[in-house]
Nanobody, 114 residues
Framework: QVQLVESGGGLVQAGGSLRLSCAASVSILSINGMNWYRQAPGKQREWVAGITSAGTATYEDSVKGRFTVSRDIAKNTVYLQMDSLKPDDTAVYYC????????WGQGTQVTVSS
């Protein structure tokens, strides 16, 4: 079992920044990959960014150059640094982990005002 707890969401003006955190209940090195997804009102959940157990990060095109995934292995925590935020980034952000099956956090709301 893997438990994921997100934090760091909030309300920010366009152009601002937020950092989301996802704390895992197990060593993140034992997890094949950790990802961030988001779901805007009325839309399907979409993948945003991810980081493999080897530390390789990948990004969805619309967030490249603005979002950065990082991790703290000692804290079993993955971060999503979000800069130059846009109103279109408004969504509930979910942390996801794949370890024999998918695990999800509870989600954290990010609201970007124009």
């Amino acid at each position: 079992q893997v438990q994921l707890v997100e934090s760091g969401g909030g309300l920010v003006q366009a152009g601002g920044s937020l950092r989301l955190s996802c704390a895992a209940s197990v060593s993140i090195l034992s997890i094949n990959g950790m990802n961030w997804y988001r779901q805007a009102p009325g839309k399907q959940r979409e993948w945003v960014a991810g980081i493999t157990s080897a530390g390789t990060a990948t990004y969805e095109d619309s967030v490249k150059g603005r979002f950065t995934v990082s991790r703290d292995i000692a804290k079993n925590t993955v971060y999503l640094q979000m800069d130059s935020l846009k109103p279109d980034d408004t969504a509930v952000y979910y942390c996801n982990a794949w370890k024999l099956r998918n695990y999800w956090g509870q989600g954290t709301q990010v609201t970007v005002s124009s």
